[in-house]
């Protein structure tokens, strides 16, 4: 994944850039948004080079308390013909994903991306990629320690912040790597507990509205698959995916899946699937979208009665 060879064009392309554009997919999660903020800090550290941090959707109000979050920009606030030296794209999964920075990216001279996501059509003309990755954080860590790149406090705060999110809390972890990561975060003085804290930091609104839809699940083939529904009036109370739906519905003994529907728009409807110990990326793969093994979405646009019957087609099929 990291080599002398593509370590030598890294360095040489970032030292010679006049300017560099950070982003990840649209609606960053805790992963996306802290490797950003970690890596472009790094690089402002390491080779005293400034560089701009953008993002397109909402950021969690959860995140709000993670360092140097007010140094990523909505892209309408860029120059709109900004045309970046070198773009660094990460956790992104799919071009699609990427939503409005996407033109800064065509327009950049060169493109690297840092992901953990399968993904065939890649965008990287050099490519830091691990699928078996717990977090792109993780991949960012080996950057900074094989590279020996000074770091604060504060990166390392934001890596532990993304493992954290993108691991479920350590839950969804599968390999000792990221263990060891964590740990060496700890010895040099990050906080879990302060991290765990600062992220419970949702508005009233959106737990009553997670709840709510918790308890309007309706299930499906033996109580083996959930379906909750947060229909549009209700989508603006919702910060972030909907994890507290998510992780309720997963400890119910038996249950094998559980599909969270989100009516963004009319004829837009965004898909978490979960699956304990069973697949579900393959679904979200043919609803247009991917993922994760146990843990992966997509975006449809089409009516939320025909994705929810798309959905218990799909199940149907799987769970028989
Ligand atoms: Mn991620």
Redesign the pocket.
């Known amino acids: 994944m990291i080599n002398a060879e593509k370590w030598k064009i890294f360095d040489e392309k970032i030292r010679s850039a006049g300017s560099i554009l950070l982003c990840?997919?649209k609606n960053p999660?805790?992963?996306?948004i802290c490797?950003v903020l970690a890596l472009a800090h790094l690089i402002e550290m390491n080779y005293d080079k400034e560089v701009v941090c953008t993002y397109d959707g909402n950021i969690p109000d959860n995140l709000d308390e993670v360092p140097l979050r007010r140094r990523i920009r909505f892209f309408e606030k860029l120059d709109d013909d900004f045309a970046p030296d070198v773009a660094i794209v990460m956790?992104y999964?799919i071009e699609r994903n990427i939503g409005g920075p996407h033109k800064f990216i065509e327009r950049a001279k060169f493109v690297i991306e840092v992901?953990?996501?399968i993904n065939d059509n890649k965008i990287g003309n050099l490519c830091f990629d691990d699928s078996d990755a717990a977090?792109?954080?993780e991949i960012v860590y080996k950057m900074m320690r094989y590279a020996g790149w000074n770091s604060d406090l504060m990166t390392r705060c934001l890596l532990m912040t993304?493992i954290i999110?993108?691991t479920g809390g350590f839950k969804y972890v599968k390999r000792g790597d990221i263990l060891h990561i964590a740990a060496e975060l700890v010895d040099s003085g990050v906080n879990i507990q302060r991290i765990v804290n600062d992220l419970a930091n949702k508005p009233r609104k959106t737990i009553v509205t997670e709840a709510t839809a918790v308890g309007a699940t309706e299930f499906y083939y033996k109580n083996r698959l959930g379906v909750a529904i947060i229909n549009s009036s209700q989508y603006k109370n919702l910060d972030g995916r909907g994890e507290t739906v998510l992780n309720l519905l997963g400890q119910i003994r038996g249950l094998d899946y559980v599909a969270l529907l989100k009516e963004q728009k009319p004829n837009q409807i965004g898909v978490s699937l979960r699956g304990r110990f069973k697949r579900v990326d393959h679904i979200a793969s043919a609803l247009g979208g991917g993922g994760?093994e146990f843990a992966a979405g997509a975006v449809v646009a089409d009516t939320l009665e025909n994705v929810k019957a798309r959905i218990l087609e799909l199940f149907r099929k799987e769970i028989k």
């Open positions: 990840a997919h999660d805790g992963d996306a490797s956790d999964g992901d953990h996501h977090a792109t954080a993304a999110t993108d994760h």
